[in-house]
């Protein structure tokens, strides 16, 4: 048996308890133990603690996490790629296990939708064995046809967990947009998804991409990001003044694509105003429910628009996205997103760094918590 | 010069005003001149009448409208199909006339969406000459570059108006959508849009199409163009109720297709309860502004949805209508839709049985007014 | 243990041979035996007996089969579209297993190139136990994970085998080709895939759909199917004359939509002569190997087309085509198309029928044999 | 009237002429005057100078050009984006004329295989006024309806030519293929097509790129274009070696798209194996008709492809290319392909030139023949 630490969600709203769990050092085979080496701290966490989800509790938090193979269960030496897998290697993976054979998974093929979907770090509870089941702890196990990506040498661990779960989101919700080159994009929202959705828009050849948000430090990063034009919500105050900047910059018709990464429903009523006609409108930021908002639908019959819906990702989407982080750290230095670190003791002020959004992105480091 | 009675909106709410209009009996060069033989009675004439839509008076209205040809202009002698045109032919015509040129036009390709666009009966103010721009009169002109369709012998014109503007905006919609063999469908609402819409879900294959609406003689044809399940709304009274009857017959998921078909706002919000996740929504019904509704934008995430929006038809779709109601006769009998025919003094009859939804289809007969 | 007779493919060319083998009469959990109702005679068995594919050898040929379910594995208790299984139902099923996690499988989504995958009645050889891997034999073994389907009780068993594979083959091509509406469609050949094709573009919404084929029986056939035109090209002879006879009953524009299911290679070339510009192109036909042709690329640019290649079919094409088939039964006559019926000792007359093309559909009904 | 010297194509495979023309200084409504200031040589040049595609003579070679304006004709304000338009400014246009109303621009909306189109420097003889209907002279008139294009001041001239129509075509042919994020792309060819097409991958968003081709200078460039891989055909002599190549570059499965831009018929075939199965396959390189090759379409059956042509561009394209040469300068040098300039007098020396593959590409500068 090997033992380790896990900060754990008991009870929603109160402090994580950090607590220790044993598991088996050989695991079943499929299956993989792995020491946490880096956690990060996603905006659903924060939602997930607040009791804004429907989960089962008790939890260990963490769905984007990276770490070391601390042991193989038989059968398992390749991931999901075709990569060989030794002990050692760093890798991560999706935290989402599907079963591949229910309606959604075998006839319609949107496996983020499978009835049986669980995701490691929201809808797996720790109080049995394996126990480890989510990011903020020393250990993770990973069971069998868990999707495991070994991590090129050259990507650092901090671009992964900066570009956190954010970036596969962005992936599948920019690939049901059908981006052309060329497409002027609106990106309403500055946050981790925001900016990695302005990333893989210019990746995706876009024009130009018109970033609207706050605060400022958020706002210096997406300019990083290489956005075209800024639009400060705490400059220009109000939803006609920001539909009107839009429009001005777009010769009056609009963009061709607007992708929504806030998760506040009137800024969805405002973000459809500023596609052009025909135009393309993605809501994206709201994994939550945020609750209702006074809505027109003649909007998308006269604009004659195309709204579209995306929900987490698939494994493919990590795939891509760890080539993407690997191939232009240049051009977006996710690396740097990873703003605050902290120690598996201070896990409860990772997360309430990032609910005050202060932190870009803040992650937890277990071996700190050694020192 | 020919001679020939109009009947006129010149304000909105009051009654139309019978006049008597002159035009050239030789049209301009790329013109026609055709004499009315019957013009439907479009929903959307009722919200124009109302002052519902923003147009210019004072105009003829009717932009449903079969003719024969009284005169051709020189140049004119192909339909856009590319039939010969002659005098004395049955016609029909787009409403719409569109640049070619614009942002919309020829950047795009969404001629819908036209800049410059200008509708027969809706946008085509009459004061000036050739007068004859809708299709509540005796006479109708053509302006150069209208989308003029010959009819064929075996379809006759009761079937063309019977079918209406609702049948071009259908295939217009549900080509948005994607409708794939097998999909099951639910039609929301049973009026000549939801008709239609029946139809061409049916005629592209779905594989169950279910129609919720009211009265009882539109669910009455409903059944007749092939409805497999019927919801009346005057008997599963609640929302609740019938997105559960929905999902009853869908095995509990949901409609791979949903097409809103009504115009009023809670329509969509319960319409998008009945689609499955990764469903599509087309909201067809809103061509008239009708007010806003609280709505909750997480439903589009968390369901993956894509929900499409379709303004009017594109010439294109005319010619589809054609060549579907002349082949499908027997399966959908669209003529027998006219239940109502008026001469063009009762044009305000007309207009009212049309507002009550007493009639399934009213339509002005210019040549009645002779009798 | 249950024993039963089987037909045997054991040398290519040679002569099928009929041979006793038992199974388990409790089948493995996750595992279902069918006692065999009727087997089709698929044109790719021909070709199969023949050593045309490379296939490992001895193996039950027959991969379109119906049977009554004989006992049913620990945990089964569903079908694929989640329907309830007893003992005694009426089933079906897809040939091929698919891994659900290979490259093509997972990353991909397309299990019809999985590359495990393993089809009954061709790579699935019956040496060893469970034995009853093809359809020409009085018992059948669905391994576990079989996507199995309960047949309906108005679909009648000859609707199913009439329908065959090729029903399904044709509802994913035509799904690859997106026929819209009111498309004119050209179906190369009327054996069961061209007439398959027809039903399932006529479905689709095709405007018109033109046949070309042989001989007259087979015409007959498309005709009662709902061809619109049929070009013989027994009377038709060159290839210059039907591409011509095409374009004339197309305004000389060519049609939208061609659907090759012949497999001969000189057909490729005529048929993409008899697409309009812009186009589509569906190789259906060669699902074998028939060697090369004199073609030239330039007219896939100087047209624009579109060719599109489609293998097989998954699983969801067999839900949709039992569906179609139990909906459409009046308008699609599939059933009428099981024109030979032959016992287990006829095994070899019935491929050789098929071969011959004497048979529309040849079908070996097993209990015929204990006459 | 306004005299200039063009060098005209009078006979086929004969030197082109010099000779003066004279036009109207005040071009008619909607036309304009431009002066010349560098006229590209196209490949297709080449061809159409050889007698290769069907023309009529004289014409005036040239459709890749860039001038100022001279002379506008009353009613032209704006170019095709909307941009204010003066004399004086610099510009370029779409070569191809079309007129927006037959069955291919009306109703399937390919306006690239208009029934009417004509192009400047192909299919505009020059015998008759404006004469001046081709790049390689001193002027150009742009008749009525032209999709002008005014160019921003920070996009050099010779960037325009270094891309040429090779630009929108490779814009025009990769959107068809819809390539998507981390797709792995294969460009057989290293030409300015070839060239193109790798940069619109990549900026599309292509995971990797692998260029095919030679001599070594067009490697060289491919390579500063951003080639992830380069296999050199004159070191990988044999097909299937450059097959063997990619499929080791791919993990065994081939490219998610091949892109042809050679316009040799053994290419495509080679091209077809290097694609995974489901992958795309885009012939763009047979703008001309290069004979046939023997071509097996079973291929494209087992494998599942979709094969996609694409002809020429719209001018949409020629707006995109635009923003795309002036935004990625520095990452797509396409200035430096502008590797030789001739005067006027030096136009047959300018197509040998590119004939014979020495020059990246040639350019014909009028005002150098004035020194």
New interface residues.
Partial sequence: MTTGRASILEQFKAPLVLRNFSVSAEPEPGAVLVRTEMAGICGTDVHLWKGELPITLPVILGHETVGHIEALGEGVDKD???NPLKKGDRVTWSPGLTC??C??C?????P??CVNRRAYGISQPCQAAPHFLGGYAELHYLKP?TSIFKLPDDLPTEAVIGAGCALNTA?HG??RT?I???DIVVVQGAGPVGIAALA?AK???A?EVIVIGAPKHRLEMARRFGADHIIDIEEVKTSGERIAAVRQLT?G?GADVVL?CVGA?PV?VEGMEMC???GKYL?????????????????????????????SSE??HM??AL??LR?TQKQFPFAEMVSHRFSLEQANEALAASASGKSTKSAIVPALSRL
Same sequence: chains 1, 2, 3, 4.
């Fill in positions: 999901w790629s075709g591949g054979t309606y959604y075998a006839e319609k093929k949107i983020t939708r046809h992936l920019v690939e059908g052309l080159p060329g893989v990746h995706a050849g024009g010769r018709y929504e429903p969805v052009r006609d025909g809501i994206l930021g709201h994994y939550c429910d945020a609750g209702t908002v006074a809505w027109n639908p003649h909007v998308v019959t006269r604009k004659q628009l195309q709204v579209i819906g995306s929900w494994p493919r795939k891509i080539e993407f191939a």
